[in-house]
């Protein structure tokens, strides 16, 4: 089988060419968009958030049949084009749940606390603190937007923070009952409860532009809102706008991250060195599964029929 991994490191390519072979195996640094100028013979490809898997890259795939994508989202992927030929996709849902949320409570102590502030003026000689007053996490309330690995994580560790839970999402999850979260179905009812938002969602037509202008009116103008999902699930105008502290792994508005009130980090909430084995994995595993017939452990074809329509 003709196999391509896109977007890939040293690392990447000593774990998985040891596990194929009898395989003809491709490794690219580049995403799949900047390699592929004609057409390649590739029944399966395996590709990071950077490649483009469009109309475009498919028309120069006529013997696809599998695409992984090495990451939990996959707004870079068309997924009718997908399906409208009968190709099998999946993800590695999962693998990120412990990097992203201590990561994104890592961001809310440093805009709480000012963390970053000190550590930067003692390597300077400065140990004036007085104008960094903080606040605490213990009884503030918490509105996590989306349950999944990662949101129920957060969960926990708000628990352990003393915060108090609310959240919403697309399904109660056992985590609900278990921490005694306030779950809501209404997230307009939730958004003004709260002093911390923390996203958690896939990027879907239908969480795209979630927060809105008109849910931006519905928080305090002191909530502070982490995200650590995908940019374009806050519209991209409020980035320049909200009073809000933002605390961002991720954004829509590159410019707006030079503002006072933004503490951005460049989406690098997964990097850890235990989440980037997950990824390799559960990838070998979902590859594994299609190379030999069984069902994708990570299918994604009825997330993208119930987000993006069945295909026709």
Request: aromatic residues 8%; glycine residues 6%; charged residues 25%.
């Amino acid at each position: 089988m003709e196999i391509a991994f896109f977007e890939t490191t040293t690392e990447d390519r000593d774990f998985f060419e040891g596990k194929l072979s009898g395989h003809s195996v491709h490794f690219f640094e580049e995403p799949i968009q900047a390699v592929l100028g004609k057409e390649a013979p590739y029944e399966a490809v395996s590709v990071f958030v950077h490649s483009k898997v469009d109309e475009n890259v498919i028309g120069r795939l006529p013997h696809l049949r599998y695409v992984q994508t090495r990451s939990t989202g996959y707004d870079h992927i068309d997924c009718s084009a997908l399906y409208r030929r009968g190709i099998l996709l999946s993800n590695v849902a999962g693998y990120a749940g412990p990097a992203v949320s201590e990561f994104a409570f890592s961001l809310l102590l440093n805009a709480t606390r000012h963390t970053h502030v000190a550590l930067h003026r003692s390597k300077e000689g400065n140990y004036e603190y007085h104008d960094l007053l903080g606040s605490e996490l213990f009884g503030k309330r918490i509105g996590i937007l989306g349950l999944g690995t990662i949101g129920s994580r957060m969960a926990y560790i708000a628990k352990g923070f003393g915060m108090e839970i609310k959240a919403w999402s697309r399904s109660r999850r056992p985590v609900v009952d278990e921490l005694g979260i306030d779950f809501y179905h209404d997230l307009d009812a939730m958004l003004p409860q709260c002093d911390v938002v923390m996203i958690a969602l896939p990027l879907t037509p239908a969480t795209k532009d979630l927060i809105d202008a008109r849910r931006a009116e519905l928080l305090d103008k002191n909530t502070i809102i982490v995200n650590v999902a995908r940019g374009e699930i806050i519209e991209k105008s409020l980035y320049a706008t909200l009073p809000n502290i933002l605390c961002l792994d991720v954004t829509a508005d590159l410019e707006a991250t030079r503002r006072e009130n933004v503490l951005y980090t460049p989406h690098m909430a997964y990097y850890t060195r235990e989440a980037l084995q997950r990824i390799r994995q559960i990838s070998q595993e979902n590859l594994r599964a299609f190379i030999e017939g069984r069902p994708l452990p990570n299918c994604l074809k009825i997330s993208c029929e119930r987000e993006y329509g069945k295909s026709s």
